[in-house]
């Protein structure tokens, strides 16, 4: 807006130098005036020089002359009354654009060329907290930070020598000293964040700045929330990956000096069963309180999810032996640690620690560190707990046998043991039935259930993930489309992983199961589960774009969490935002997930995106999500995942009955649900 009033005012306060600036316009445009009257004075000059010398003057000499001095006069008054109306034409042009500028919430800055301020608006007394007459003849580089003012500088005089009609403004953002107090608004450091337009104006330059303060804030707050674990504040996964990455890459060649320890914590899923999700949150808290003191100065503690956590360990000892016996003494100091008691909901809880230590050896990756520990730790754990073990080659047998169930999958897949389920998507507001979820379950002919977790880290290890992605999506919109010949007009949601939708199957392949099985545009939506750093952002994008044209709805999943997510929202074309669960678990006790959480749904709307809630299993989930202005979500506080039959029964239903207020008896002294006995750490959910 106040973009318009920047000629306004650089050609009020230009317009006497442009005249100074240009002498032979300005005596070019005098002559020209000048000339009627030369010509009058001529005649009247000649009539009183006939009259001097007594020679009778002509009548047609004095009526011409009349002539001409009656026009000059009649000239000068027409002159003197449009200068009039001209003049308060202006004048009211001056005092409304003069209003428009004083009245403006933005500051309106004009800048010398030596970079002296010689105007502010009145609005700095409101943004900056500082009067305009005590800014204005001050030097404009005096109030910005000294870490912005190279940067500012530097654009400052790349955008003065750019042509005009190349680049005629620009925009920059910085940070300004704030004279605001405790006693008026409060500013943190004492400085703003400050968005600027900037255009020309006589050698020097206009701004029209804005506070963006606050939007700054939120946006490092989000950056921070999607790299950290929202509980206890520690690096989450993504982040710790990237750290390894880095000391790896910062190694001298053959050097081997980087460890990483997996932790997980013994008996930690019957401390929630038994004494409740708060105090389960509490444990995890102390927990991580106990891993960064343990470790020293410049180690990094991680959550990498539930009640795992990891260390990344860099600079130990010369020789392997002096290495291997630092790591371990660290690895032990963290296991006792970790092993005392635990205050928690007014009682003493105790848990262990099993703790796997891999090094890095010559060229090793980050995920090849950090699966070796994992490895390590899992042995830890089925060697009875409460230990610290070094990775060794053989754990590799563990990985074997995950192949060979890779194996048996294939098999599996073309003999009929996978079987498909279906959990309702419900409108948290009425409770109607919105979409259903495709889940895969194996059961296996050799005897057993084995677990989602299982066959899936199988499907990836052997390769076969592009088998169950297809036969998971054909047998998803095959059954959607049968239901919606039966009346159930619900969409199906496959998750597919960025790999998969890019790799895998290009969107002629979707097209031809949508056409085999005639279902009807809208009728399925693509889930992309987590983000892939290898895949590039572009080719991603015009694969989804593909699918939309199909009439192909697309999510994005786990909302909130990992470092791809917030990028990921200025480029791919989304439909539906899946709020991670990790968000959801703690909405209702945690002050802080709440604060977390309603902002994560206030940039959907925003974006006009709907929102799902994912792992909503308590009824005040769903009442403290739907008053965030959660619009949708799925869980255990409806319905797990269903066989067909009952899915069609509560299709014929049409909704699930939403609770409208907390239970009496569930209510604390403070306001707050009472925590349920269902554990905050179980991320996955149970087989129907």
Request: hydrophobic share 40%.
């Amino acid at each position: 807006m106040l973009m318009a009033y920047a000629p306004w005012v650089g050609a009020r306060l230009a317009a006497p130098r442009r005249a100074a600036a240009d002498p032979t316009r300005k005596v070019t445009g005098s002559l020209t005036a000048l000339t009627p009257y030369l010509a009058a004075a001529v005649c009247t000059l000649g009539i009183l020089y006939n009259v001097i010398i007594g020679q009778k003057s002509d009548r047609v000499v004095l009526i011409t002359g009349a002539t001409v001095v009656l026009a000059l006069v009649v000239r000068q008054g027409i002159m003197l009354l449009d200068n009039i109306s001209l003049t308060q034409e202006l004048a009211q042009k001056e005092n409304h654009f003069r209003s428009l500028v004083q009245g403006s919430s933005d500051v309106i800055m004009i800048a010398a060329p030596a970079g002296v301020l010689r105007y502010v608006s009145p609005a700095a007394h409101g943004v900056y907290g500082r009067d305009p007459e005590e800014l204005v003849g001050t030097e404009l580089a005096a109030h910005i930070h000294p870490d912005d003012l190279g940067r500012v500088l530097h654009e400052v005089r790349r955008f003065l020598a750019a042509p005009p009609s190349e680049e005629p403004a620009t925009r920059i953002e910085c940070r300004i000293r704030s004279g605001h107090t405790r006693d008026g608004r409060e500013t943190g450091d004492g400085w703003l964040h400050v968005e600027s337009s900037v255009n020309r104006y006589q050698g020097g330059l206009i701004f029209n700045s804005r506070d963006v303060t606050e939007r700054v804030r939120l946006q490092a707050q989000l950056q921070h929330n999607a790299s950290h674990d929202p509980l206890t504040d520690l690096p989450n996964r993504a982040l710790f990956t990237e750290r390894v990455g880095q000391a790896l890459g910062g190694r001298r060649a053959g050097d081997s000096r980087v460890a990483v320890l997996y932790v997980d914590l013994d008996g930690f899923k019957k401390v929630n069963d038994t004494v409740g999700h708060q105090a389960g949150d509490d444990l995890l808290v102390q927990a991580a309180g106990r891993l960064r003191d343990a470790l020293r100065a410049g180690d990094t503690a991680a959550r990498l999810g539930g009640d795992e956590f990891a260390a990344l360990i860099t600079g130990s000892g010369a020789g392997h032996a002096v290495r291997e016996r630092q790591i371990r003494e660290i690895a032990d100091r963290l296991r006792t640690a970790l092993s005392a008691p635990y205050q928690v909901d007014g009682g003493e809880v105790r848990v262990g620690a099993s703790i796997g230590i891999a090094f890095a050896g010559p060229g090793a990756t980050p995920s090849e560190v950090m699966r070796n520990a994992d490895l390590a730790m899992y042995r830890a754990k089925q060697a009875g707990k409460g230990r610290v073990e070094m990775y060794v080659p053989q754990m590799q047998a563990d990985v074997v046998r995950r192949t060979e169930l890779a194996g048996r999958l294939h098999r599996a897949l073309h003999d009929g043991e996978f079987t498909l389920l279906h959990q309702p998507v419900v409108e948290l507001s009425g409770g109607r039935i919105t979409a259903v979820e495709a889940h895969a379950r194996w059961r296996s002919a050799q005897g057993g259930l084995v677990t989602p977790a299982e066959f899936l880290h199988a499907a990836e290890d052997g390769d076969r993930s592009s088998d169950m992605g297809r036969w998971l999506l054909e047998q998803a919109v095959e059954q959607a489309a049968l239901r919606y010949g039966a009346g159930h007009r619900v969409p199906v949601t496959v998750r597919l992983s960025a790999r998969r939708l890019l790799h895998r199957g290009p969107p002629q392949s979707v097209e031809t199961l949508l056409n085999r099985h005639e279902l009807p545009p809208g009728g399925l939506i693509v889930e992309l589960s987590g983000g892939d750093p290898q895949i590039p952002p572009d080719a991603l994008e015009r694969r989804l774009t593909a699918l939309r044209r199909l009439g192909v709805r697309i999510a994005l999943g786990g909302f909130g969490s990992g470092f791809g997510t917030l990028g990921a929202l200025r480029t791919l074309p989304v439909d539906v935002l899946k709020l991670d669960r990790t968000f959801v678990e703690g909405v209702v006790e945690s002050a802080r997930l709440h604060k977390i959480t309603r902002g994560l749904l206030r940039i959907a709307d925003d974006l006009g995106i709907r929102t799902v809630a994912d792992g909503v299993d308590r009824p005040e989930q769903v009442q403290a999500l739907r008053e965030m202005g959660c619009l949708q979500g799925l869980g255990m506080a409806f319905a797990g995942p269903l066989d067909e039959l009952r899915l069609r029964g509560s299709l014929s239903r049409g909704r699930y009955p939403v609770p409208r207020e907390t239970p009496r008896e569930q209510v604390t002294s403070r306001g707050l649900p009472l925590p349920s006995r269902r554990s905050n750490a179980e991320t996955h959910v149970p087989p129907a």
